[in-house]
Each structure stands twice: as structure tokens, then as C-alpha cells.
């Protein structure tokens, strides 16, 4: 099973960008990386997820390494709302026919005024 | 859409007592799993259905906890003869399968959870 290492928190000044890095050594061929965040007192909210290429939506861009053996997650311009703690998964799958996705503890990202 | 529901959002029991959450997942969503989380830790997987059938169990899932979801909407979890160290959130997530045979998981979409406390 491919684990993930973050750094444990992160400050970040308002507006400024904010990059989340995660290392995934062990990652197989066919695992995509996914990046979800917890806001105190509610459930994770997914962010995005890649597998070999960068991706951007909405939210924030995810760059992959070509080796795909780390990623950072870039919030653009970030906020207040985005004080968050971020988890860096890559899917692992269970036994049996399921998958699972295993969250660690994360990043607690704080943003400051 | 009006997203993953949990009920009840808290729930104080004594420890000895039974405790029932219910989840409804978003209505199109055949996947529906439930996470549990403790204070400073991340979700922790506990099982997942597809549709009605529950296709897998974690090992944190001890023989005091069961989860059913009769005809593949909502879900219960049910905690018997609750001890202390269950007071956790519990989570439920629902998710829409990939076509084929694919290694992609949908996102999960997850609910705000309840929070259990076992006095």
C-alpha cells in the first residue's frame, strides 16, 4: 500500500499562495493521488485528484511530479475559509472487492489575516 | 442535491447502552461507506456498500458494530454495549462506482458526521 508524509501545519498569509506538499514514494502505476480537506466540526470536503498529469478546477491546481513520487497542492489565492486540515491520499485498495481511501492526520493549514 | 445527511448530529450515551446512527446518501450514489474519526486523526475507514451489499469490513469494525443498508439508500451503523473508546465522530460517505472496470474512485462526498460521547 502506497503511504503519504505531509508536514504536519503550515501558516500562510492571507491572499498569498498556498502550497501543500506530499511525498508518496511508494505509489503504484494505476493509483491516483486525491486531496480532500476538514474544516473544523464538518465532514472532508473533496478538493481534486491526478494521476500522472497537473490538474486545476475550481478550487486549487494539484502538480505532480514526472516521477509521481511527490505532489503539492496550490491553493491560489488563499483565504480566511481556507484554514483547514488537508489530507493527501493515495487510494488503496482493501481487501476484497473495495476500496478504501486511507486519510492519515494531514496538514493543518492555517491562514492568517 | 441536498448533499450526505447524518442523524442524530450528537449523541451522549452511557457506556453498557446501544446507539443507532442513520446516514442518507446522495440519491443517485450506490456507494455508501462509513469512516470513523478520533480527536486529532484522520478518518479512519470502516466499511463500504455497494448498493445493499456490504463488500468490506476494516478490522476496526469489532463484532459489536453492524451496518446494513436494506434496499441500497440509506445506511445504519449500530454500536452495542458501548464502551468509552467509541466516542468518536463517525462519518458516512457516499460515492458514484466508476464504469468498468477502473481503478478511478469517485470523489466521496462526506456528511458533517455524529459525534458520539460515551460517558
Known amino acids: 500500500d502506497a503511504k503519504t508524509t505531509q508536514p504536519t501545519s503550515m501558516d500562510c498569509a492571507e491572499g498569498r499562495a498556498a502550497n501543500l506538499p506530499c511525498n508518496h514514494s511508494?505509489?503504484?502505476?494505476?493509483?491516483?493521488v486525491y486531496w480532500y480537506r476538514q474544516i473544523h466540526s464538518q465532514g472532508p470536503q473533496y478538493i481534486i485528484h491526478g494521476l500522472k498529469n497537473n490538474e486545476t478546477n475550481e478550487m486549487a491546481s494539484l502538480i505532480i511530479t514526472e516521477d509521481r513520487k511527490s505532489s503539492t497542492l496550490i491553493l491560489p489565492h488563499a483565504t480566511l475559509r481556507d484554514t483547514a486540515v488537508y489530507y493527501c491520499i493515495v487510494r488503496v485498495r482493501a481487501q476484497g472487492s473495495g476500496y478504501a481511501l486511507n486519510f492519515g492526520k494531514g496538514t493543518s493549514l492555517l491562514v492568517t489575516p | 442535491d441536498t448533499g450526505v445527511s447524518q442523524n442524530p448530529r450528537h449523541k451522549i450515551t452511557k457506556r453498557g447502552q446501544n446507539v443507532t446512527f442513520r446516514c442518507d446518501p446522495i440519491s443517485e450514489h450506490n456507494r455508501l461507506y462509513w469512516y470513523r474519526q478520533t480527536l486529532g486523526q484522520g478518518p479512519e475507514f470502516l466499511t463500504y456498500?455497494?448498493?445493499?451489499?456490504?463488500?468490506?469490513k476494516s478490522r476496526l469494525l469489532s463484532d459489536r458494530f453492524s451496518a446494513e443498508r436494506p434496499k441500497g439508500s440509506f445506511s445504519t451503523l449500530e454500536i452495542q454495549r458501548t464502551e468509552q473508546g467509541d466516542s468518536a465522530m463517525y462519518l458516512c460517505?457516499?460515492?458514484?462506482?466508476?464504469?468498468?472496470?477502473?481503478?478511478?474512485?469517485?470523489?466521496?462526498?462526506f456528511g458533517n458526521g455524529t459525534r458520539l460521547t460515551v460517558t
Open positions: 456498500f455497494q448498493n445493499e451489499a456490504q463488500l468490506e
Open positions: 460517505a457516499s460515492s458514484l462506482s466508476p464504469l468498468g472496470g477502473s481503478s478511478y474512485n469517485s470523489p466521496l462526498h
Open positions: 511508494t505509489i503504484s502505476g494505476n493509483e491516483y
